[in-house]
């Protein structure tokens, strides 16, 4: 992406990676090409390297990990470098829970950091980040997060800005046309233990559901062999993508609402969704007219999923696709994004 001169006097500075298990159209760092960023770090390589260092090995390696954690220490010291020898910047960290530490403490007193955070509120506890102090600006992607985010860092400007989906790559196949079948997609935050008893349910109430699973391989372990289940990973994104222009119902068992690629996909591709979830959906990118939420009750999740199949409603999909495109383009989030992180500068 081309460098300019931002307004303002201030320079938009990303810095971020990709998620290897997202893919090329998926995952935070896609802000990267709607945001007019002035300067981008691309910590992709640094990251990917330090997956290499061994989790076990000599007094090295375990003071390391003790200092670092799971941050590559260049990247910090490039980082902090760049504060030291520039002016009036606004440090973007689309995942300082990967790649701040101790930045915070050589901001200088001209430049902003904002940080963009992905896990539940739990996870920021004290310690965590060294001159939590030095950040200006906090973005949740979920509401439920303002608050408790909120009191752990009492003196930050806390905003809730959701995660944008690509709309021009996942959206309904023309013409079209779904199975009986149900897909499970995602990682982290998942109930699988939960699925599990779902996806048994649905077998014994009607077997010729067909059950896909997308998720890591160490997760399949989580489910119990069938003839109608198939178990993937490491898939690409057309193979995705086709899941979800095909595909009967999306279910999600999810632990919590923060930053959900698999609800937004499939809901841009007007896949039937349904929620398992014992968080209140006002706390979900949707409400109750476009996704089905469930209690963590394995019998009315089948049911659910079981209704949605058996009764199609395409005035509520061409809905749920419109509602998306409205609100979660990459576009619009881009555009607040953006807005937010200048307002940094005058916070």
Request: proline share 4%.
């Amino acid at each position: 992406m081309k460098s300019f001169q931002v307004s303002r006097g201030n320079n938009l500075v990303f810095i971020g990676f990709s998620f290897w298990h997202h893919g090329s159209h998926s995952g935070y760092d896609l802000i990267r090409h709607h945001v007019r960023y002035s300067k981008q770090f691309d910590f992709q390589k640094a990251v990917n390297s330090l997956y290499r260092i061994p989790e076990h090995g000599n007094i090295f390696t375990k003071l390391y990990l003790v200092l670092f954690g799971d941050r590559p220490w260049w990247i910090e010291f490039k980082t902090i470098f760049y504060l030291l020898s520039h002016k009036n910047q606004i440090l973007h960290f689309i995942y300082p829970e990967n790649l701040f530490r101790y930045a915070g403490l050589f901001k200088g007193r001209s430049n902003r950091i904002v940080c963009t955070f992905h896990q539940p509120p739990r996870y920021y506890i004290q310690g965590r980040f060294h001159g939590k102090k030095s950040i200006d600006k906090i973005i949740v992607l979920s509401y439920d997060m303002v608050e408790p985010v909120q009191r752990a860092f009492p003196k930050t400007n806390v905003q809730y800005i959701p995660h944008g989906v690509d709309t021009e790559y996942f959206k309904p196949r023309i013409p079209r046309g779904r199975t009986r079948s149900v897909l499970i997609v995602g990682n982290w935050m998942r109930n699988f233990e939960f699925a599990n008893k779902v996806v048994q349910i649905l077998t014994k109430k009607d077997d010729r559901i067909s059950v896909i699973v997308v998720t890591r391989k160490q997760n399949h372990g989580h489910f119990e062999k069938l003839h109608n289940l198939k178990l993937l990973s490491g898939i690409d994104d057309s193979e995705l993508l086709n899941l979800y222009q095909t595909c009967g119902v999306l279910f999600l068992p999810l632990n919590g609402f923060t930053a959900n690629n698999a609800l937004l996909e499939g809901a841009s591709c007007g896949c039937p969704v349904v929620v398992a979830s014992d968080q209140k959906s006002e706390s979900c990118y949707f409400n109750y007219q476009l996704v089905d939420f469930v209690p963590f009750d394995p019998n009315r999740a089948a049911d659910s999923i079981i209704m949605r199949l058996n009764h199609s409603d395409e005035s509520r999909e061409e809905s749920l696709i419109s509602f998306v495109r409205e609100n979660y383009d990459w576009k619009i989030i881009g555009a607040r994004t953006e807005t937010e992180l200048h307002k940094a500068a005058r916070d």
